[in-house]
Structure formats: structure tokens, C-alpha cells
């Protein structure tokens, strides 16, 4: 018997389109981290943002964005900002359904991401 990848697990692409949909509200809505977004392609970070969550989680999709620390270096991003980010992905996640441990792994990869996000 082969285990669900954590793509599956997390119900695959309609559901992480889900999850990024819900991310994103909570993101926009925050006044810290919304003034970093008013110039973007919402719809075009959306769907960069599900093949991110998608090819880190097993899925299908690859990534072909840019390197993170060349993604965000113009950003002078904070401590602050990278937990605020990480806590609603944890929330959108949560509000999505996806259980515990689940949720811990995908906060996880991405929080492996801090020091190239935040250029160190």
C-alpha cells in the first residue's frame, strides 16, 4: 500500500487553490502586510503561488518562479512580516481543513524559506 503524497493528502490542486484563495484574503486584509501587494497581478500570484504550494507538497505542478532571495530582495521584508505570512498560511490552511500535522509541514517547508526571503 503506498502513502498519499502530502498533495493528496492535502486533496490536491482544487484544494490548494483553496487554501492559497483563503491565504490571500487573510494576507490583503492585513494592514502590515497588504501595502506589499497593491502593485501586483493578484490573479497571476494566485495561481504562482498554488504550483509553489503544489510542486513543495509533491504535486504535479513545477515551480518555475524565481529564486527566492532574488523574488523578495526588493521587499525589505521583516522578521514581523515572514511570521505574519507564515501564521495566516497556517490559518488558511487550518480553515481549509488540513490537519495538524499536515499543516506543520507545509509551515515547515516554507518557513526553510525565511533566510533567502529575507535576503540572509
Known sequence: MTRA????RLGGSDAIEA???EFYDRVL???QLAPYFE???MARQRAHQTAFIAAVTGGPAEYDGDDMREAHAHLDLSESDFAA????LDDALAECGVDDG????VV????SLEPAILGR
Request: no cysteine; proline share 0%; charged share 35%.
Open 5 to 8: 503524497t502530502l498533495y493528496e
Open 19 to 21: 487554501v492559497v484563495d
Open 29 to 31: 486584509a492585513d494592514a
Open 39 to 41: 502593485d501586483v497581478d
Open 85 to 88: 505570512v507564515a501564521g495566516h
Open 102 to 105: 499536515d499543516r506543520e509541514t
Open 108 to 111: 515547515a517547508e516554507v518557513a
